[in-house]
């Protein structure tokens, strides 16, 4: 309460990651913090933006045709060969489109954005128009979230805006943080979730054609089993379709995490990258 009240009073931001460093014995975990920011904002009715606390970046972001102005005059470019750290929503002024963009991919895990990067999959030849990619890096933060909603609200229906996740509960759970919010910032969720976005995959039922052995998989622990169980994402009821492939992964008791498609032996062409080829060209498709 009194960093929070502190920041208020010297109009400086402070980054939940500062509060940590402040007094690490006191809190122990960075967790501590992030839990103890998340309720303090509800406990009041604000939200954490207005308590001038922050999250530290880490979501990323690579594509064509997309410049962020900052408040303070800054233009960042972003480019399709590397990453580009995702500014938080407080200090962004504007986002401008210089370029057309045909679709918006968001990928769990840093290591795949990375690959992606590295062959520019933006603006790879195999698709119909370039696009834009963005990593959380696992759950994402706020400026990712912000950044994924504001696309959502502006860019035209044609465009889609899908998700490539682990075919798990954990890689479940991620999405629905992106389409329907989270539990600790549930009071922030109307202006986070971002509704529009679509499982692309990787899906259970995908597996066979594919032509992945399932002894190339991961077995599902006990933590799978509890995280899909009966109370897993409530919001996810009404998607029959995701909850059919979880119960498959349930099935089959192997989960696929998206690594299986560039380690795969399979003698299809179930590359990466011709897989997320073919399935945006699919959402593409079925967008308009």
């Known amino acids: ?59 990323l972001l690579c594509g064509t045709g997309l410049t962020i102005h900052l408040l303070d005059g800054e233009a960042i470019s972003i480019n399709d060969l590397e990453g580009t750290l995702i500014p ?56 990712t979230r912000q950044l994924v909603k504001t696309l959502s609200d502006n860019l035209p229906a044609h465009i889609p805006i899908v998700a490539l996740v682990d075919s798990d509960a954990y890689g479940l759970d991620i999405l629905s943080v992106y389409k329907f919010g989270s539990h600790s910032l549930r009071h922030e969720n109307k202006k986070l979730a971002a509704k529009r976005i679509e499982w692309l995959g990787i899906w259970a039922s995908e597996i066979a054609d594919l032509e992945i052995d399932l002894d190339t998989l ?12 009966v109370s897993f994402i409530p919001q996810l009821d009404t998607e029959c379709a995701y909850r059919k492939e979880l119960t498959r992964m349930l099935h089959i008791r192997r989960k696929a995490e998206i690594e299986i498609l560039s380690s795969s032996s399979s003698q299809k062409s179930n590359s990466l990258i011709h897989y997320l080829a073919h399935k945006i060209r699919h959402f593409i498709e079925m967008s308009t």
Not at 116 to 140: D, E, N
Not at 218 to 229: Q, S
């Open 1 to 59: 309460m009194d960093f929070a009240h502190q920041a208020l009073v010297d109009n400086v931001p402070l980054t939940k990651r500062d509060m940590y460093y402040k007094d690490v014995p006191l809190f122990k975990t960075q967790g501590t913090v992030d839990r103890l920011v998340d309720d303090l904002a509800v406990t009041l009715g604000l939200e954490r933006a207005d308590l001038k606390i922050r999250a530290a970046s880490k979501g």
């Open 218 to 229: 991961i077995p599902i622990t006990l933590h799978d089993e509890k995280k899909a169980g």
């Open 88 to 143: 938080t929503g407080e200090t962004i002024e504007r986002f401008e489109l210089k370029g057309d963009i045909s679709w918006v991919l968001v990928v769990e895990k840093e290591a795949v954005f990375q690959t992606l990067c590295r062959f520019q999959f933006a603006s790879h030849q195999s698709l119909p128009g370039p696009g834009l990619i963005i990593t959380g890096k696992g759950y994402p933060d706020v400026a």
